[in-house]
């Protein structure tokens, strides 16, 4: 399934599909999101079919202050929960 | 969820790619043994491709976009393997180089303007179409429509830059030096000097990585136990087929194969293949390109018109990568037909093929045969061509990000 509660903040985490998309839109689309995520959306799911994307999404994610869970879920998709990191840590 | 089916389904698919792959390394070898090396070669290539995820057009790319060097590091390595190797054949096929031969196969080409503009234009469309004609080709393998556009793209890019070829021989290309190394400073010299030059680049893309914030290290699978010697199989068989490999190993190999390529033959390379393709579907129409001036003692990659069959070896490198890739992507699960659901990628894919197809056909190679190909050969052509292909990929990352 692709809704997940995210319980802290009691909504559901949004959801962003990049499948289809061509390098390096997955990463740009995902950055774009995660900066426009509101401060109380503590996470962000993206589905992706971009395998670089598994590389590229981490490590910008990490500079905007997220974590990254990668979980395949199907031929050649991926789903990535990006979470926020909480204050201070 | 998608149509891919089970696991097991798709390895049977890939282990029926490679059965058919086989036979037609067979038969290719009863008709012709240079045809069936070809393939081979274009196999292993397009798997190593595939397995890599080895990209030129994110290697320059993401150093402006992201300050992230994965692609970039894999590059340099798969040039500092290919240069020992190169520097090794030519020490053997020119002894002293001083002489004033050039080895007859090296990609020692023209370097004047054309090189400049053609890796400019290179540089954006790589970028605009998300992947360079390696890129493009293993893509296509890994069921990308937006390759299939952009190599369309690219093939309509070499017609015209076939139908220019003559204006810039004449202005620019029969003039222009072809400047090898080792002509001034010998072999040991000219290897120690690239290698030098290769190290430096790496420590500047260490430098801008860090610049650009913290560094996250790709996430491997850790913790698996090994129990016996049918565990260890098991690993080495998903670290091979599944696993996407360490972008170092991927270069190094690549290096590797285009050293043997060259030993057996000439250094890796195919635009000037695809070139053919499309000046002889252009003479379907009667609008064949006239036959390029100079290019018939030119190595790297320009257009050679055949006469002859419509099939020759560089036929089979090129069939070779998209199969390997596409039994390569099968085998791991990651084959799935993406389509794109902006409509204005469809666009952006023609025109940087185009853009890619002019440059390579003035640059006379891609990022394979005008760089990959060309640094390791000591020639300086090589490295005027990436400076300028990195400035088009910076300014191509300019675009994108307004396309976005």
Same mark, same amino acid.
């Given at each position: 399934?692709?809704?997940?509660?995210?319980?802290?903040?009691?909504?559901? %985490?949004?959801? &962003?599909?990049?499948?289809?998309?061509?390098?390096?839109?997955?990463?740009?689309?995902?950055?774009?999101?995660?900066?426009?995520?509101?401060?109380?959306?503590?996470?962000?799911?993206?589905?992706?079919?971009?395998?670089? %994307?598994?590389?590229?999404?981490?490590?910008? %994610?990490?500079?905007?202050?997220?974590?990254?869970?990668?979980?395949?879920?199907?031929?050649?998709?991926?789903?990535?929960? &990006?979470?926020?990191?909480?204050?201070?840590? | 969820?998608?149509?891919?089916?089970?696991?097991?389904?798709?390895?049977?698919?890939?282990?029926?790619?490679?059965?058919?792959?086989?036979?037609? /390394?067979?038969? +290719?070898?009863?008709?012709?043994?240079?045809?069936?090396?070809?393939?081979?070669?274009g196999l292993?290539f397009g798997f190593v491709l595939q397995r890599?995820?080895?990209?030129?057009?994110?290697?320059?790319?993401?150093?402006? /976009?992201?300050?992230?060097?994965?692609?970039?590091?894999?590059?340099?390595?798969?040039?500092?393997?290919?240069?020992?190797?190169?520097?090794?054949?030519?020490?053997?096929?020119?002894?002293?180089?001083? /002489?004033?031969?050039?080895? !007859?196969?090296?990609?020692?080409?023209?370097?004047?303007?054309?090189?400049?503009?053609?890796?400019?234009?290179?540089?954006?469309?790589?970028?605009?179409?998300?992947?360079?004609?390696s890129g493009?080709l293993y893509r296509m393998g890994e069921g990308?429509? +937006?390759s299939?556009?952009?190599?369309?793209?690219?093939?309509?890019?070499?017609?015209?830059?076939?139908?220019?070829?003559?204006?810039?021989?004449?202005?620019?290309?029969?003039?222009?030096?072809?400047?090898?190394?080792?002509?001034?400073?010998?072999?040991?010299?000219?290897?120690?000097?690239?290698?030098?030059?290769?190290?430096?680049?790496?420590?500047?893309?260490?430098?801008?990585?860090?610049?650009?914030?913290?560094?996250? !290290?790709?996430?491997?699978?850790?913790?698996?136990?090994?129990?016996?010697?049918?565990?260890?199989?098991?690993?080495?068989?998903?670290?091979?087929?599944?696993?996407?490999?360490?972008?170092?190993? +991927?270069?190094?190999?690549?290096?590797?194969?285009?050293?043997?390529?060259?030993?057996?033959?000439? !250094?890796?390379?195919?635009?000037?293949?695809?070139?053919?393709?499309?000046?002889?579907?252009?003479? /379907?129409?009667?609008?064949?390109?006239?036959?390029?001036?100079?290019?018939?003692?030119?190595?790297?990659?320009?257009?050679?018109?055949?006469?002859?069959?419509?099939?020759?070896?560089?036929?089979?490198?090129?069939?070779g990568m998209w199969v390997g890739s596409f039994a390569g992507a099968l085998? +791991?699960?990651e084959f799935?037909?993406?389509?794109?659901?902006?409509?204005?990628?469809?666009?952006?894919?023609?025109?940087?093929?185009?853009?890619?197809?002019?440059?390579?056909?003035?640059?006379?190679?891609?990022?394979?045969?005008?760089?990959?190909?060309?640094?390791?050969?000591?020639?300086?052509?090589?490295?005027?061509?990436?400076?300028?292909?990195?400035?088009?990929?910076?300014?191509?990352?300019?675009?994108?990000?307004?396309?976005?």
């Amino acid at each position: 399934m692709t809704w997940e509660i995210d319980r802290t903040a009691s909504k559901m %985490a949004k959801t &962003l599909d990049v499948r289809g998309e061509i390098c390096p839109y997955p990463m740009m689309r995902t950055v774009t999101a995660l900066k426009k995520l509101s401060a109380d959306d503590r996470t962000l799911e993206v589905v992706t079919d971009h395998a670089p %994307a598994l590389d590229t999404i981490p490590t910008q %994610a990490a500079r905007l202050g997220f974590e990254t869970a990668v979980e395949k879920v199907g031929g050649s998709e991926w789903r990535l929960v &990006l979470t926020r990191k909480r204050e201070g840590t | 969820m998608s149509g891919a089916g089970s696991p097991s389904r798709h390895v049977l698919r890939a282990i029926a790619v490679w059965t058919l792959a086989a036979v037609v /390394l067979v038969l +290719a070898f009863g008709v012709d043994t240079e045809f069936a090396r070809f393939w081979a070669f274009g196999l292993a290539f397009g798997f190593v491709l595939q397995r890599g995820r080895f990209c030129f057009a994110s290697a320059f790319r993401d150093l402006f /976009l992201l300050g992230h060097g994965r692609n970039m590091k894999g590059v340099l390595v798969g040039l500092a393997v290919a240069s020992v190797g190169f520097a090794i054949v030519m020490a053997r096929q020119v002894p002293i180089a001083e /002489l004033g031969f050039l080895p !007859p196969t090296a990609n020692v080409l023209p370097v004047g303007v054309h090189t400049a503009l053609g890796g400019v234009l290179f540089g954006v469309g790589m970028v605009l179409a998300g992947g360079c004609v390696s890129g493009s080709l293993y893509r296509m393998g890994e069921g990308y429509l +937006a390759s299939w556009i952009a190599f369309a793209g690219l093939m309509g890019g070499l017609l015209i830059s076939n139908y220019t070829w003559n204006w810039w021989w004449e202005r620019s290309m029969s003039t222009a030096p072809r400047i090898w190394l080792p002509l001034s400073l010998g072999h040991s010299w000219s290897l120690a000097l690239t290698l030098l030059a290769l190290g430096a680049v790496f420590v500047g893309v260490l430098w801008i990585e860090h610049r650009a914030g913290m560094v996250i !290290p790709a996430s491997r699978p850790v913790g698996e136990v090994s129990g016996s010697v049918a565990d260890d199989l098991r690993a080495l068989g998903l670290n091979v087929f599944v696993r996407g490999w360490p972008i170092v190993i +991927a270069g190094a190999v690549l290096g590797g194969l285009n050293v043997l390529l060259f030993t057996a033959q000439e !250094p890796w390379g195919f635009t000037g293949e695809v070139a053919r393709w499309a000046a002889e579907l252009a003479g /379907l129409f009667g609008a064949a390109p006239p036959p390029p001036m100079g290019a018939m003692d030119l190595p790297g990659c320009v257009l050679i018109l055949s006469d002859g069959p419509v099939v020759n070896h560089m036929t089979f490198m090129v069939g070779g990568m998209w199969v390997g890739s596409f039994a390569g992507a099968l085998g +791991a699960g990651e084959f799935k037909v993406r389509i794109p659901t902006q409509r204005v990628r469809y666009a952006q894919s023609f025109g940087g093929g185009v853009l890619m197809g002019y440059g390579a056909g003035i640059a006379m190679g891609c990022t394979i045969g005008a760089f990959f190909s060309s640094i390791p050969s000591l020639a300086i052509n090589g490295w005027v061509f990436a400076a300028f292909l990195g400035l088009g990929a910076w300014l191509g990352t300019v675009m994108i990000r307004g396309i976005a």
